[in-house]
Each structure stands twice: as C-alpha cells, then as structure tokens.
C-alpha cells in the first residue's frame, strides 16, 4: 500500500490541531458509487465513514463548523482549491456551471454560546450538531418556574420542549445563531433570472465540494 501525505490543520472551534490524510481513488469511487445507489445523502454517509480513518479525531463530537473545515481541508488537498461545478437550476431547469474557491469559503460568528433573554424566558444556546436543528442548540430554557437541562434529554424530548416555544422565541433562537461560529457560502448565479443558494449544513458543503 503507497503511503499517503500526513497534513494538519488547526479546527476553527475547538482550536484543535488534528492531522488528516487525503482521499484515495478508490474512496472517491465508493463515494460515487454510493451516489449512484442512494442519493446524495448515501454519499454523505459514505463520505463520513470514509474519513472516520482518515482524520486523528472523532469526528462524531466535532461541532459542525469543524466538521465543515474538515470537509474543506480534505477537499483542498485531495482535489484542488478551485474547481466549477455544475448544476441544473430548480427554477428555469437550465444547466448552469460556476467556479468555486474553497480559499474564499471562511468560518463566520464571534463565540460559541450565549445567552437570550426573551418574553420571560432565558435560553442559553451553544453551537448545534446540526445547524437545521435549532433545538440542539439549546443547553438549557429557565423561566421563573422551572428549568429544563437540555444536556439530560433524549432528541425528540428536546424538540417537543423547542416546540412548545412562542414562534418569537424561536425566531430570536434563530437569529442569536447567527452569531455563534458557522459556516455559510452563497453561491449566486443567473439564468432566467439571479438566484442564490445558501450552503450552510455539512452535507450541503459536502455535495457543493464533492458532489455537484
């Protein structure tokens, strides 16, 4: 077996360094093949499998802004920097192709928690697993009456409590997350007329960067 480069890259949360090697062909043909059988998110499964033994961390407690930085670094030094990628537009069905830097895709917020302070409720919110699931980003929700410690709950226990909340709470909930460290790339384009998409989540990195 030919030994693969070693690189190490510094996690912009944790501000841990960990030390990854590059894909293979063969990891690249698997991740294909697993497209081919089950979509994009069958891809994404494989794809993590895959780098479970490429990266010196488990990746499974990475939050998902160094889970991102993980896909982009690997990405770099397996494929390239700069690439285009090719896509049909859901609106006018057209085949649109862009070029994409990986060099101009950066982590964006200042912390990694607070604090809200909203219509009697204080909610303490922390970077989530999964930035579409807005109730893993709570730690805990106090109001005058009780607490609720959402580090002791199951996942659906969590999501029924989130949504027992006011839409403003949730909304403020939503906007706080903004702050906290996160990944976001737009990715604008014109056909019939300009359109954007929003690349936020891991597996959205992932099928811009290795899949479209």
Same mark, same amino acid.
Request: proline letters at 2%; one cysteine or more; a neutral charge.
């Given at each position: 077996m030919i030994d693969l480069p070693v690189y190490e890259t510094k996690l912009p949360v944790s501000n &841990? !360094?960990? /030390? +990854?090697?590059?894909?293979?062909? /063969?990891? =690249?043909?698997? @991740?294909?093949?697993? &497209?081919?059988?089950?979509?994009?998110?069958?891809? +994404?499964?494989? #794809?993590?499998?895959?780098? &479970? $033994?490429? *990266?010196?961390?488990?990746?499974?407690?990475?939050? $998902?802004?160094?889970? *991102?930085?993980?896909?982009?670094?690997?990405? /770099? #030094?397996?494929?390239? =920097?700069k690439f285009k990628t090719t896509f049909v537009c859901p609106h006018s069905k057209q085949k649109v192709s862009k070029e994409v830097d990986c060099n101009l895709i950066s982590v964006s917020g200042k912390k990694k928690e607070s604090t809200i302070n909203e219509m009697g409720y204080t909610i303490k919110i922390k970077i989530p697993k999964k930035q579409k699931d807005?109730?893993?980003?709570?730690? +805990? @929700? $106090?109001?005058? !009456? $009780? /607490? @609720?410690? #959402?580090?002791?709950l199951a996942d659906k226990q969590k999501e029924n409590h989130f949504n027992d909340l006011p839409i403003k709470v949730k909304n403020k909930v939503k906007e706080e997350l903004d702050n906290l460290f996160h990944y976001e790339y737009e990715l604008d384009y014109e056909t019939d007329t300009n359109h954007t998409i929003k690349v936020r989540s891991a597996e959205d990195f992932f099928i811009l960067l290795f899949v479209m």
């Open positions: &841990k !360094k960990i /030390k +990854f090697s590059p894909l293979t062909v /063969k990891q =690249e043909k698997n @991740i294909g093949a697993a &497209k081919q059988t089950g979509g994009n998110s069958a891809a +994404f499964t494989t #794809f993590l499998e895959i780098i &479970k $033994e490429k *990266i010196n961390t488990d990746i499974s407690k990475l939050s $998902e802004p160094d889970l *991102i930085h993980c896909i982009l670094e690997i990405r /770099k #030094f397996s494929v390239g =920097e807005l109730w893993g980003a709570i730690d +805990f @929700i $106090e109001t005058a !009456k $009780e /607490k @609720i410690d #959402f580090t002791e």
